[in-house]
């Protein structure tokens, strides 16, 4: 599927907006496989994206919800893909890298899509006020391991425009269960994520339950990373592991408060 010509009317349904990027034939049947337990139509919804805004998404890898979102703003809106700079890890470089050919190799659905590098340590990811979405999926526990989740958050607050939406998704830990108990495993509270956001000036606005997956006891032998798409453990107890899918995990949609015209002071 293609999409319409440029400067065609813009699709008043978010719903069906977002349904014709996902049938996109630009998507790898690697990363489509992916929306069962993803849920990207859902998720994107809750966060009240639609295709006449400015959206930054967060350390977007490379790019299954880019293959979604470049195209699906392609016309109208604007997508932005926030990526540290290549000399913070051999990953991230690994990565860009990879983001920067699938935008390459597609000029037609991927054309207008921008890349901008962050210094993970002070981050910015554009100028104050002028983002609708920042979004961020799995990516609040690597920030948490690395000590830049602080930065990241008031950074996220930053560039967005008051009444912005900042939507959240990340492997979920145990009710009760502290920080220091579950972080190495890739998970986390989500009271810990929340405190993350308000700290940074957001109002906690929505939790979903689109993302959960029960099957999953928070207990691998190798933390999230055991579960698929990443199989750490390879072939031993795949199909255990396959059976159980892909985390648990928490979605969350915080807004700037309208009143906010710049991040709060710290």
């Known amino acids: 599927m293609k999409h319409p010509p440029a400067g ?15 049938a996109g034939g630009w998507r790898s049947p690697a990363n489509r496989a992916r929306d069962v337990y993803r849920h990207p139509k859902a998720t994107l919804q809750f966060f009240g994206v639609q295709p006449n805004q400015t959206v930054v998404e967060i350390n977007p890898s490379a790019g299954w919800y880019s293959e979604v979102l470049a195209p699906l703003l392609r016309d109208h809106g604007h997508y932005i893909a926030a990526e540290p700079v290549p000399a913070s890890g051999d990953e991230a470089k ?51 391991e690395a000590g830049t989740a602080p930065a990241m958050f008031k950074a996220f607050f930053a560039v967005l425009r008051p009444g912005g939406v900042l939507g959240v998704t990340d492997h979920r830990a145990a009710p009760g269960a502290s920080l220091a108990a579950v972080e190495s495993g890739g998970y986390l509270p989500t009271d810990y994520v929340i405190k993350l956001a308000t700290d940074a000036g957001f109002r906690l606005a929505g939790q979903s339950e689109i993302n959960a997956n029960p099957k999953d006891t928070r207990d691998h032998p190798k933390g999230v990373w055991t579960l698929p798409p990443t199989l750490t453990l390879g072939d031993k107890d795949r199909a255990k592991y396959l059976a159980i899918g892909e985390s648990d995990r928490m979605t969350l949609r915080f807004v700037k408060p309208v009143e906010a015209a710049a991040a709060p002071a710290h």
């Open 8 to 22: 065609a009317a813009v699709v008043s349904s978010s719903a069906s907006s977002i349904d014709a990027a996902l």
């Open 94 to 144: 690994r990565d860009d890298s990879k983001l920067r050919k699938k935008f390459a190799a597609d000029p037609v659905d991927y054309g207008k899509a921008r890349i901008v590098e962050f210094d993970p340590k002070a981050p910015v990811f554009g100028p104050p006020g002028s983002a609708d979405r920042v979004l961020t999926f799995r990516n609040v526990h690597n920030w948490t």
